[in-house]
């Protein structure tokens, strides 16, 4: 155990890179970050377009981005955060504000500004305005937000798409001419007369050559200032072979136009519209990707445009709405009906429904009154509430879950360091590979070869973009795990949704997981000559004494039916047996039948009542008032109306079920036999959990297990996909992969059934990925030309390789379509 528990220090840093644009920019980013002295692992991701570095100790972030950049990509910087500052009054202000706000870890620089009265600060992604305004507050001073917008990074892609899509345009109005000029003149012969007659051959070509030019200079700009350096540097990627390919074609083109003597005879053709296309096919390829991606992380967007931007509070005995940042612990909130709620809080008044869907994924809206925790985000129903606040910012479950949902979306499954190997190597040899078409269709083809030798290698250069390789698996995990999220289901760990699909066993335990947690009285008879009310009130008034679980339930009994409690003297507690006291000066004892025995009273009138409680789970308790056996009490934890369903589903997908408790053999094996169990293993301490998940292990494979407290988290930790029911502890959550934010237990066969429909669907995008490019490189090549004199025009290979990445990514967002399993119970 201890050596298991023994965990090294790591630390993590997250950097945003910009300009990959396949999975060979990938490979190469995370080969530059993995040379840094001192990263264990770095891990990129083409669609979030981060890069997750992880070190056994800390690295100074300048280092990490300067690698990045030597790869030939580069690291934006974080958007600067600007406070207004409110109290300076002088240069001595200004200096004790730079300096808190300096102090503030992950702060690079803080400039503040006496006149405008205004701070500028520009931090790593991991400082928060939280963060600075608490500084400077603790300095003296009062902050704010100088504007509240979590849609700088939406608004950047907005903006990144509305560029591709201008480019996109002149493109295809340039490219389009120039297709119609030179394809329209070979298929139609009428056509081909007509620009002899009106144009001539050479000015046909001149018109080609401009617009082309155009083409080239202006929309096709990006793959010429990524490619050609990526070519110097000896790491081509995706913009390299566009830019090889385009560049062959208009140069050949060049020269066929303005010195045509240097060409073999024969030889003299023109592929502007070769050039021109592509670019505009791989654009449309882009902009079509663009907006894919866009929906991919539609979750995460939906999540952050849950966080309300305001928040009205109880301050000086008035109530003002104020930016949702200004906010702090303890400050009562209030919320009228259909508002959002702003922080996470406490019920102080009031009483109201509130929407739980966006948290929980459960549709009905739950009940809230005094006490009662409420999640920033949701929606108030009816009634106005008002809240203590617990948690705000970054704190709240909301950012938590937004944050998991990123981190997830980041992480790299197992399935794809095969991926990203073979891609690290793809692109050089795709570059081998046209350069080899080249040589043998010069050395070996027909006449005129040049020209067979520059078509056939241009088109290998354009279909072998590796770009749906790259998006194959990241597209999917994003989808998914975002799918995920809006069910209630959080993957905290990427690589879960991998494991899961493979698990062959899914062990519970019962108290909170299959039971709600909390005993509850389901039986109270009495003998012949006693009153059940009257029993009841005495019964809980002496219970009311003790703190254990069975007391808590017959008092909140009680208390539910107005039940008065009535003054108890002598009271004493049995250890192991009962308890004794006295009420209205009559004795009464309460335990279990051996407790009865010891002091002589006579049980046999409740045997039969006694076994049924006990076959059913329940925990049968005895009662005497006056040395008289008085009433039968029955004590017990109920089922969840979820968890028969749930049991019934998880064998429906052919997975057994193993209860792992720490309750009674007698208790444990009779809920097991109602609910249909495979396996108990009871009365198991919390260190014997973990043995128990590491026998499962041996006899069966891989092991889920389910748990929600504190005594789970070794089982949650050891098992290879642990599972916390969400509203559990902190610790059980933090030792599990994944987070069920209901206490619905159904929600594991759903895990189960989304990680199934993840994993496939990666399978189908790799395999179109992969088989897409080895049937196609060689076509492009050549190889049907001898046998059927069919080759692949470099247009048709830019059009295919822009349906590749397209299919990729439509069939990933088949997942945002996935549904709950619906299993009916029969029960």
């Keep these: 155990m201890s050596s298991q528990n023994t965990v090294s220090t790591q630390y993590q840093e997250t950097l945003s890179i910009e300009g990959m644009t396949c999975a060979s920019c990938v490979g190469r980013v995370e080969k530059a970050l993995k040379k840094v002295d001192g990263v264990e692992s770095a891990a990129v991701n083409l669609a979030t377009e981060k890069a997750v570095i992880t070190s056994s100790q800390p690295i100074d972030r300048n280092t990490l981005v300067k ?90 892609k907005e903006t990144e798409l509305q560029q591709l899509k201008r480019d996109l345009i002149i493109s295809l109005i340039l490219a389009v001419p120039v297709f119609i000029l030179e394809m329209g003149a070979h298929m139609i012969p009428s056509f081909h007369m007509w620009i002899m007659h009106n144009i001539g051959q050479y000015n046909n070509w001149l018109i080609q050559f401009v617009l082309t030019t155009l083409v080239l200079i202006f929309p096709g700009r990006r793959f010429y200032e990524k490619g050609i350096p990526a070519l110097f540097r000896l790491a081509p990627d995706m913009n390299s072979l566009v830019a090889v390919g385009t560049l062959a074609a208009y140069s050949f083109s060049l020269v066929a136009t303005f010195i045509p003597d240097v060409l073999p005879h024969g030889t003299v053709h023109v592929y502007f519209e070769a050039a021109a296309v592509i670019v505009s096919l791989i654009l449309l390829g882009r902009y079509f990707e663009a907006k894919a991606k866009g929906r991919t992380s539609q979750a995460i967007q939906h999540l952050v445009g849950m966080q309300a931007k305001t928040a009205r509070i109880h301050r000086d005995g008035q109530v003002l709405e104020v930016p949702v940042a200004e906010v702090t612990t303890d400050t009562i909130v209030e919320i009228r009906p259909g508002e959002r709620v702003p922080v996470d809080g406490e019920v102080v008044e ?3 429904y509130i929407d739980e869907a966006m948290i929980t994924g459960e549709p009905i809206p739950v009940e809230k009154t005094l006490g009662h925790p409420v999640v920033g985000g949701t929606i108030n129903q009816n009634g106005t509430l008002n809240i203590r606040a617990t948690a705000i910012g970054e704190s709240t479950v909301l950012a938590q879950i937004i944050r998991m949902v990123e981190q997830a979306q980041g992480s790299k499954l197992p399935i794809q360091a095969l991926v990203d190997k073979v891609t690290m190597w793809f692109v050089p040899a795709v570059m081998f590979l046209a350069l080899l078409t080249f040589m043998v269709w010069f050395i070996f083809g027909p006449e005129p070869a040049l020209t067979f030798s520059l078509v056939n290698a241009v088109a290998v250069l354009i279909i ?78 002496v219970e009311a004494k003790s703190e254990h679980p069975i007391a808590l339930a017959i008092v909140k009994a009680a208390e539910d039916e107005n039940i008065e409690f009535l003054p108890v003297t002598a009271f004493d507690s049995v250890t192991g047996s009962g308890i004794k006291a006295e009420v209205n000066g009559q004795a009464v004892q309460i335990g279990a039948d051996r407790y009865m025995h010891e002091i002589g009273v006579n049980v046999s009138a409740f045997e039969q009542e006694a076994a049924r409680l006990g076959n059913e789970g329940k925990t049968p308790i005895y009662v005497a008032i006056g040395q008289k056996l008085a009433a039968i009490v029955a004590v017990a934890d109920p089922i969840k109306p979820s968890t028969f369903a749930a049991i019934e589903a998880l064998h429906q997908l052919g997975l057994k079920v193993a209860m792992i408790t720490g309750d009674n053999r007698h208790t444990a094996h009779a809920i097991a036999t109602r609910l249909g169990i495979d396996r108990v293993e009871a009365e198991v301490l919390p260190e014997g959990k973990v043995d128990v998940v590491q026998q499962l292990q041996q006899k069966y494979g891989r092991v889920a297990f389910v748990g929600d407290g504190i005594n789970d988290a070794p089982a949650l930790a050891k098992s290879d996909v642990g599972i916390a029911i969400g509203t559990g502890t902190d610790v059980a959550i933090e030792a599990a992969e994944v987070v069920l934010m209901s206490g619905n237990l159904q929600g594991v066969p759903n895990a189960i059934a989304l990680s199934k429909a993840t994993i496939r669907n990666i399978h189908q995008n790799l395999f179109w990925a992969f088989i897409y490019n080895i049937a196609l490189i060689p076509i492009a090549a050549g190889v049907l030309y001898p046998a059927f004199g069919i080759l692949l025009s470099p247009v048709f290979a830019a059009g295919a390789m822009a349906l590749s990445s397209v299919f990729v990514l439509g069939n990933a967002l088949r997942l945002k379509y996935f549904h709950a399993i619906k299993f009916e119970s029969s029960h």
């Excluded at 998914?480 to 062990?507: D, P, S, W, Y």
Aim: glycine residues 10%.
């Design 67 to 156: 690698a990045v950049e030597r790869a030939g990509y580069d690291v934006p910087k974080a958007q600067p955060i600007e406070l207004i500052i409110d109290g300076m009054t002088c240069a001595s202000c200004v200096a004790r504000v730079e300096k808190a706000l300096k102090k503030v870890q992950g702060v690079q620089q803080a400039n503040v500004n006496l006149a405008t009265e205004q701070a500028w600060i520009q931090a790593d992604g991991g400082v928060s305005s939280g963060d600075l305004i608490q500084a400077v507050k603790k300095a003296g001073y009062d902050a704010k937000l100088l504007e509240q917008d979590n849609s700088q990074q939406q608004d950047k």
């Design 350 to 352: 009031g009483h109201s």
């Design 464 to 541: 072998a973009c590796p770009c749906a390789m790259g998006l194959a698996t990241p597209t999917s995990i994003m989808v998914g795990t975002g799918r995920g999220a809006e069910m209630g289901i959080l993957f905290r760990k990427g690589e879960a949704l991998q494991l899961l699909q493979e698990v062959k066993v899914v062990a519970v335990d019962k108290t909170g997981t299959l039971t709600e947690g909390k005993p509850t009285l389901t039986d109270f008879r009495v003998q012949d000559g006693f009153e059940r009310d009257q029993v009841l009130q005495i019964v809980a008034s």
